[in-house]
């Protein structure tokens, strides 16, 4: 499997963006995934957490959520958190301010539907946020990157697949994100 991990000099421009948890006692790993909730995947992720007794972070994106209600409430069925990945899965580079921030409030108040506790979490999909846009989200959101991502969405990088699809034939599994002590 191929790992990346994001270089210093990125982390040190995104400050107000979590890269890592603070360590407060064991090493832990933070699990996480993005773009869901889908049938055609998170039903499966959601069966292998269960295997392992582990749990996890499901960054939605809001149309996801309102196209698929029954998979987001068996995410939080199975102890899981949700959390925002904005309602059209749009990049913070590539969108106005405003735009941006409308389509991340747009996911919030579908996500308090299901979810209405806790400071909301926010991942920008690609990982592509501005400075400007991190600090106007800070009173509101954490905002949360990873500090080691799998590259499973690169369908040029398949030397062997990750995991099996649930009917058992090899293929590409959702993102998964991992955020270290």
């Known amino acids: 499997m191929h790992l990346f991990r994001m270089p210093a000099l990125v982390r040190r421009l995104l400050p107000d963006c979590l890269w890592q948890m603070p360590a407060t006692g064991p090493p832990t790993l933070y699990l996480t995934f993005d773009d869901g909730p889908i049938p055609e995947?998170?039903?499966?992720?959601?069966?292998?957490?269960?295997?392992?007794?582990?749990?996890?972070?499901?960054?939605?994106?809001?149309?996801?959520?309102?196209?698929?209600?029954?998979?987001?409430?068996?995410?939080?069925?199975?102890?899981?958190?949700?959390?925002?990945?904005?309602?059209?899965?749009?990049?913070?580079w590539s969108h106005s301010r405003a735009h941006y921030l409308q389509d991340v409030a747009r996911c919030q108040a579908l996500l308090q539907e299901f979810q209405p506790e806790g400071r909301p979490l926010l991942r920008p999909p690609y990982g592509r946020i501005t400075l400007p846009l991190a600090r106007l989200l800070r009173p509101t959101h954490q905002v949360v990157m990873w500090d080691v991502l799998t590259c499973d969405y690169d369908p040029d990088f398949a030397p062997r697949p990750a995991c099996k699809r649930p009917s058992g034939t090899p293929g590409p599994a959702p993102s998964w994100y991992f955020t270290t002590v």
């Open 41 to 92: 995947e998170t039903p499966f992720v959601l069966e292998q957490l269960a295997r392992y007794q582990a749990h996890g972070t499901f960054f939605c994106v809001g149309d996801n959520l309102r196209r698929y209600p029954e998979v987001a409430r068996a995410v939080l069925a199975g102890g899981h958190r949700l959390a925002n990945h904005t309602y059209h899965h749009i990049s913070g």
